[in-house]
Nanobody
Framework: QVQLVESGGGLVQAGGSLRLSCAAS????????MGWFRQAPGKEREFVAA????????YYADSVKGRFTISRDNAKNTVYLQMNSLKPEDTAVYYC???????????????????WGQGTQVTVSS
């Protein structure tokens, strides 16, 4: 059974940085893409970033492009989200997600992901 465990959230001032980690277990990590999503109170879950299985191709939401970086270490079964220049509007619960399929047609759609972590809270104060 696939398990995803996020860590690294917290409270940070605007302009600060955080790095989220997501440790995966239960299957061959390197065979699948990984994604990060977030959900703010009263809002729908939204795409943040995704990375293909080899790590060579990444995708970002326009709102985080240039500030966030997704990466993965297949030897450690871990995907990361480095978040710089944080803004109050980045405040949300951040989720790590993984698909059941080897490839996706759209890496930004939450419905294309089958496994989710429990989430980690990121709060950015102004």
């Amino acid at each position: 059974q696939v398990q995803l465990v996020e860590s690294g959230g917290g409270l940070v001032q605007a302009g600060g940085s955080l790095r989220l980690s997501c440790a995966a277990s239960g299957r061959t990590f390197s065979s699948y893409a990984m994604g990060w999503f977030r959900q703010a109170p009263g809002k729908e879950r939204e795409f943040v970033a995704a990375i293909r299985r080899t790590g060579g191709i990444t995708y970002y939401a326009d709102s985080v492009k240039g500030r966030f970086t997704i990466s993965r270490d297949n030897a450690k079964n871990t995907v990361y989200l480095q978040m710089n220049s944080l803004k109050p509007e980045d405040t949300a619960v951040y989720y790590c997600a993984a698909p059941a399929s080897y490839s996706l047609t759209d890496y930004s759609r939450p419905r294309n992901y089958d496994y989710w972590g429990q989430g980690t809270q990121v709060t950015v104060s102004s």
